[in-house]
């Protein structure tokens, strides 16, 4: 029997279970560039046996990331089954995101934390809940865990959807170095290493990316990344220092109207306005501690980070202005502050094992300044609004896990989150100080397993915060009419039943049917390149997955992700893809050739992109392969990414926008951003 408080093998990595999930602490940070042939596949680890709290989370460790071909860093998160990260601008702004009959805009209701420190960001100049992982270094990722649903006590705002953690790597047992190239002027290069210093482990890591892509306006991307870590002790007993820097610089070609493309105004790899595009950068500090002992575990983690964009966008041309054109730019600069404590009491009531957690967590904003502007060509023509804003969040939590008997577990859980909005506004009446309160009940049963068979009960309330600006503003700052006061908390709830299946040897699936509510949807309005709250929100679906080791040298994985989104007034949910399919085939061959290869595909169906329905974007199918040859110190890799040249969309929108010489009104079009013609990347590493 498994007890509460041990450290249990699974599938070749350690899990160290507390109560709320399986997270994963690795007693011996193996690395990335571990030699192949000693390499077992079999660490997707979604079937968790008798971990799991839900059907709708699991882990995936290095093993299968450093066998996926990536266009995108974002591209990461769709190892959480029925995740779509797609990209409608230049490659350093952050991914729009699908999940769930979600369009998450930029992570509205899916939050991701990279070793503990949170990546979205509320109040943002672009979108709330903001997720760039653009400062990830994708060789350094150790481990994703993930959880579907609003249905854990320990993470709160943007999870209604569901909720990532993305680890690092401590310590590399080989350095690696890295450089790779591609068509479109596409050039990366790594160096990492670690090195024993004093008592602890130094490990550090830089990257560089040049790309200009294949738009007929060069995407001129240069982005540069840094990351250092010490780390004292294991999993068990440990301090871990941590400090990263992102800076990057783009041109962008974004969304670009059908009917230029067919009037052959500009090709589909084309642009209306060449001077969109931004910076972004990002510099993080943290700090992890931990100490688990046989009846008791504690972790606490502190961060602190500042932020900043420059975004450059035109989305409908020159609907607004005929004269200067509808160039927006919006602007954050922000400083971070924050810290999260956890701990957990492994108890036995009589026979019953018992895990109960409490745990607290603050946050503090502080945005010196969050703005839109209208520009020509990136020169500032007027000022829309300008806010200096301080939002503060405070969070309690505790959770009670029972091991009933072998059969049967049960979780209870309860959130309460405190916030406070203070908007310094440029107009006084847009100015204010709000705070609320939000109190988030969870219930989860655990039955099994039978003939290898988990089964699942989930339920809870979540939520999601909404832009401080919209909180306290009374008029609008173009017009001068009263404006409604959003919600500052809308609230979710959500309900899952599912199984997980492992009785077929190699094969693990999982089946999950869901339902969900959201209080208030988010839209996006093209005419101000951001989004609106609106009417609540049902959504409902399921998703079958399956990973199947076919042989010691073959993995085989599909997924399939099937949803529904409806306002509660009647009208589908804009953007709200209604299927997903993932599948791929990752290989190793036998130790003698030492050949691997990856072919993965990606599909996500035709979605509406008006609340009547009438119109739809087409559907989107990508096939990516990766290849190579691993020689124990070197390894040469081939990246082929949209082998079959698909032309879909990478996304689109419906709304009016206006080019020269049409009605002033606007012409309401599909507008859309094309997935990139095939390319092909090639790389060598080095290890010493």
């Given at each position: 029997m498994k007890k509460f408080g041990a450290f249990f093998l699974e599938g070749g990595a350690r899990f160290f279970f507390w109560n709320k999930a399986v997270y994963a602490h690795p007693v011996e940070s193996e690395p990335p560039t571990a030699e192949l042939d000693k390499i077992n596949v079999t660490e997707r680890a979604e079937d968790l046996a008798e971990l799991a709290v839900s059907a709708s989370q699991g882990r995936v460790s290095y093993i299968e990331l450093d066998k996926r071909p990536l266009l995108r860093i974002g591209e990461l998160l769709e190892v959480v089954p029925g995740m779509i990260a797609t990209q409608h601008s230049g490659p350093g702004k952050a991914n729009q995101y699908f999940l769930r009959g979600f369009n998450l805009d930029h992570g509205t209701d899916f939050s991701t934390n990279i070793d503990g420190i949170p990546m979205n960001l509320p109040t943002h100049a672009h979108g709330q809940g903001y997720l760039d992982l653009n400062s990830l270094i994708p060789e350094m990722v150790e481990s994703i865990t993930f959880q579907k649903g609003p249905y854990y006590a320990d993470v709160g705002d943007f999870s209604s959807a569901g909720n990532a953690r993305i680890q690092t790597f401590n310590r590399l047992s080989q350095g690696i170095a890295k450089l790779a190239v591609g068509e479109d002027d596409f050039y990366r290069g790594l160096f990492a290493d670690s090195s024993q210093l004093g008592k602890g482990e130094l490990l550090y890591a830089g990257e560089f990316n040049f790309y200009n892509g294949p738009w007929v306006h060069p995407n001129d991307g240069r982005r540069y990344k840094g990351l250092i870590k010490y780390t004292l002790g294991d999993s068990a007993q440990g301090l871990t220092l941590l400090g990263s820097a992102y800076h990057g610089r783009w041109n962008a070609t974004d969304q670009i109207p059908q009917r230029a493309v067919e009037q052959g105004l500009i090709s589909r790899l084309g642009t209306i306005d060449p001077t969109d595009g931004g910076g972004s950068s990002r510099y993080s500090l943290?700090?992890?501690?931990?100490?688990?002992?046989?009846?008791?575990?504690?972790?606490?983690?502190?961060?602190?980070?500042?932020?900043?964009?420059?975004?450059y966008s035109n989305f409908t041309f020159f609907l607004e202005d005929p004269l200067n054109g509808d160039q927006i730019y919006q602007k954050d600069r922000r400083w971070v502050a924050g810290t999260e404590a956890e701990h957990t009491w492994f108890l036995a009531w009589g026979d019953r094992e018992v895990a109960n957690t409490v745990g607290l967590q603050f946050r503090h904003d502080a945005i010196g300044e969050v703005g839109l502007f209208h520009t020509r060509a990136r020169e500032i023509l007027n000022t829309v609004r300008s806010d200096q804003v301080h939002q503060s969040r405070v969070s309690w939590y505790g959770e009670s896990e029972i091991k009933w008997n072998d059969k049967f577990r049960s979780v209870v859980g309860l959130r309460g989150d405190f916030y406070n909005f203070d908007v310094n506004s440029r107009q006084p009446e847009n100015g204010g100080d709000r705070t609320d309160f939000i109190a988030s009940p969870k219930l989860s049963f655990i039955l099994g397993p039978w003939a290898k068979t988990e089964y699942f009960i989930n339920g809870g309330?979540?939520?999601?915060?909404?832009?401080?600006?919209?909180?306290?503003?009374?008029?609008?700052?173009?017009?001068?009419?009263?404006?409604?006061?959003?919600?500052?908390?809308v609230r979710s709830k959500g309900a899952e039943v599912g199984l997980k299946n492992w009785w077929i040897p190699g094969l693990t699936t999982t089946l999950a049917v869901w339902y969900l509510n959201l209080g208030s949807e988010l839209v996006f309005v093209g005419d101000a390149g951001t989004t609106e709250p609106s009417g609540s929100s049902h959504r409902y679906g399921v998703e079958l997955t399956n990973a199947y080791q076919l042989t010691s040298w073959l993995m085989l994985d599909a997924d399939f992700a099937f949803s529904k989104a409806k306002f509660a007034g009647g009208g589908d949910v804009p953007n709200s893809l209604g299927r997903v399919i993932s599948a791929g085939a990752t290989m190793n061959w036998p130790t003698n050739t030492r050949f691997f290869g990856a072919l993965r595909l990606r599909h996500y169906g035709n979605s509406p992109l008006t609340e009547e329905g009438n119109v739809k974007a087409r559907s989107t199918t990508v096939l990516n392969l990766k290849a190579g040859y691993?020689?124990?110190?070197?390894?040469?890799?081939?990246?082929?990414?949209?082998?079959?040249?698909?032309?879909d969309p990478d996304i689109a929108y419906f709304y009016d926008s206006r080019l020269p010489g049409e009605p002033s009104s606007g012409v309401p079009d599909i507008l859309f951003h094309p997935v990139i013609p095939r390319s092909i990347r090639g790389s060598v590493v080095v290890r010493f």
């Amino acid at each position: 029997m498994k007890k509460f408080g041990a450290f249990f093998l699974e599938g070749g990595a350690r899990f160290f279970f507390w109560n709320k999930a399986v997270y994963a602490h690795p007693v011996e940070s193996e690395p990335p560039t571990a030699e192949l042939d000693k390499i077992n596949v079999t660490e997707r680890a979604e079937d968790l046996a008798e971990l799991a709290v839900s059907a709708s989370q699991g882990r995936v460790s290095y093993i299968e990331l450093d066998k996926r071909p990536l266009l995108r860093i974002g591209e990461l998160l769709e190892v959480v089954p029925g995740m779509i990260a797609t990209q409608h601008s230049g490659p350093g702004k952050a991914n729009q995101y699908f999940l769930r009959g979600f369009n998450l805009d930029h992570g509205t209701d899916f939050s991701t934390n990279i070793d503990g420190i949170p990546m979205n960001l509320p109040t943002h100049a672009h979108g709330q809940g903001y997720l760039d992982l653009n400062s990830l270094i994708p060789e350094m990722v150790e481990s994703i865990t993930f959880q579907k649903g609003p249905y854990y006590a320990d993470v709160g705002d943007f999870s209604s959807a569901g909720n990532a953690r993305i680890q690092t790597f401590n310590r590399l047992s080989q350095g690696i170095a890295k450089l790779a190239v591609g068509e479109d002027d596409f050039y990366r290069g790594l160096f990492a290493d670690s090195s024993q210093l004093g008592k602890g482990e130094l490990l550090y890591a830089g990257e560089f990316n040049f790309y200009n892509g294949p738009w007929v306006h060069p995407n001129d991307g240069r982005r540069y990344k840094g990351l250092i870590k010490y780390t004292l002790g294991d999993s068990a007993q440990g301090l871990t220092l941590l400090g990263s820097a992102y800076h990057g610089r783009w041109n962008a070609t974004d969304q670009i109207p059908q009917r230029a493309v067919e009037q052959g105004l500009i090709s589909r790899l084309g642009t209306i306005d060449p001077t969109d595009g931004g910076g972004s950068s990002r510099y993080s500090l943290g700090l992890n501690w931990r100490h688990h002992r046989a009846n008791s575990s504690t972790h606490i983690t502190a961060y602190g980070f500042y932020y900043d964009l420059d975004l450059y966008s035109n989305f409908t041309f020159f609907l607004e202005d005929p004269l200067n054109g509808d160039q927006i730019y919006q602007k954050d600069r922000r400083w971070v502050a924050g810290t999260e404590a956890e701990h957990t009491w492994f108890l036995a009531w009589g026979d019953r094992e018992v895990a109960n957690t409490v745990g607290l967590q603050f946050r503090h904003d502080a945005i010196g300044e969050v703005g839109l502007f209208h520009t020509r060509a990136r020169e500032i023509l007027n000022t829309v609004r300008s806010d200096q804003v301080h939002q503060s969040r405070v969070s309690w939590y505790g959770e009670s896990e029972i091991k009933w008997n072998d059969k049967f577990r049960s979780v209870v859980g309860l959130r309460g989150d405190f916030y406070n909005f203070d908007v310094n506004s440029r107009q006084p009446e847009n100015g204010g100080d709000r705070t609320d309160f939000i109190a988030s009940p969870k219930l989860s049963f655990i039955l099994g397993p039978w003939a290898k068979t988990e089964y699942f009960i989930n339920g809870g309330y979540g939520f999601h915060s909404n832009d401080a600006r919209g909180v306290t503003t009374t008029v609008d700052p173009e017009t001068g009419m009263p404006l409604k006061q959003v919600n500052p908390l809308v609230r979710s709830k959500g309900a899952e039943v599912g199984l997980k299946n492992w009785w077929i040897p190699g094969l693990t699936t999982t089946l999950a049917v869901w339902y969900l509510n959201l209080g208030s949807e988010l839209v996006f309005v093209g005419d101000a390149g951001t989004t609106e709250p609106s009417g609540s929100s049902h959504r409902y679906g399921v998703e079958l997955t399956n990973a199947y080791q076919l042989t010691s040298w073959l993995m085989l994985d599909a997924d399939f992700a099937f949803s529904k989104a409806k306002f509660a007034g009647g009208g589908d949910v804009p953007n709200s893809l209604g299927r997903v399919i993932s599948a791929g085939a990752t290989m190793n061959w036998p130790t003698n050739t030492r050949f691997f290869g990856a072919l993965r595909l990606r599909h996500y169906g035709n979605s509406p992109l008006t609340e009547e329905g009438n119109v739809k974007a087409r559907s989107t199918t990508v096939l990516n392969l990766k290849a190579g040859y691993n020689a124990k110190q070197w390894e040469i890799m081939l990246d082929v990414l949209n082998l079959l040249n698909s032309e879909d969309p990478d996304i689109a929108y419906f709304y009016d926008s206006r080019l020269p010489g049409e009605p002033s009104s606007g012409v309401p079009d599909i507008l859309f951003h094309p997935v990139i013609p095939r390319s092909i990347r090639g790389s060598v590493v080095v290890r010493f």
